[in-house]
T-cell receptor
Framework: ETGVTQTPRHLVMGMTNKKSLKCEQH?????MYWYKQSAKKPLELMFV???????ENNSVPSRFSPECPNSSHLFLHLHTLQPEDSALYLC??????????????FGDGTRLSIL | DQQVKQNSPSLSVQEGRISILNCDYT??????FLWYKKYPAEGPTFLIS?????DKNEDGRFTVFLNKSAKHLSLHIVPSQPGDSAVYFC????????????FGTGTLLAVQP
């Protein structure tokens, strides 16, 4: 399924660099999410957006800055990252919030490595 | 403290037999439970879900059972096929106007031909 597209698929950056991850969904959904998956750990929710408005920040450090210009696009701006931020970053979307019968659809993720 | 636990990191099953993947949870406020499947280098794909007010949901070869008193759910795949080989994640949704999912660490299922 290519309903949720993430770019780039792989990213290597130094701790002083600034980069951005991009997510685009073609499903007509109204809610979008950023998740982090570190090695041997479960997926952790980072941010939630509903109709472009941020509804949840799961105590994420400020070196991660999300942006949602419209319901179809979601960005994660990265700056001054730490080695422990190396992980798989997954974007997801769903039709709406609050509906367990409205599952989240995931992109294939960006594998981020911090040197 | 993990609210959703998948205690078996891996499971190996013969083709044609039943695969049973287990998941335990601690939070009574979860109102939906979901199973996702993940192939290498791909994102998780939604498989099946169950509301906390039900005890069984079936979709083709996949059935999810929920035992609320034991705070336990399981995914049954029958018959298992080699293409089912993947990592299976259990996830739970907190009730209310949110879609926040809490994921388990996953179980790697290998279906042997």
């Amino acid at each position: 399924e290519t309903g949720v597209t993430q770019t780039p698929r792989h990213l290597v950056m130094g701790m002083t660099n600034k980069k951005s991850l991009k997510c685009e969904q073609h499903l007509g959904h109204n809610a979008m999410y950023w998740y982090k998956q570190s090695a041997k750990k479960p997926l952790e929710l980072m941010f939630v957006y509903n109709f472009k408005e941020q509804t949840e920040n799961n105590s994420v450090p400020s070196r991660f800055s999300p942006e949602c210009p419209n319901s179809s696009h979601l960005f994660l701006h990265l700056h001054t990252l730490q080695p422990e931020d190396s992980a798989l970053y997954l974007c997801a979307s769903s039709q709406r919030l609050g509906g367990g019968d409205q599952p989240q659809h995931f992109g294939d993720g960006t594998r981020l490595s911090i040197l | 403290d993990q609210q959703v636990k998948q205690n078996s990191p891996s499971l190996s099953v013969q083709e044609g037999r039943i695969s049973i993947l287990n998941c335990d949870y601690t939070n009574s406020m979860f109102d939906y439970f979901l199973w996702y499947k993940k192939y290498p280098a791909e994102g998780p794909t939604f498989l099946i879900s169950i509301s906390s007010i039900k005890d069984k949901n079936e979709d083709g070869r996949f059935t999810v059972f929920l035992n609320k008193s034991a705070k336990h759910l399981s995914l049954h795949i029958v018959p298992s096929q080699p293409g089912d080989s993947a990592v299976y994640f259990c996830a739970a949704k907190i009730g209310g106007a949110t879609n926040k999912l809490i994921f388990g660490t996953g179980t790697l299922l290998a279906v042997q031909p």
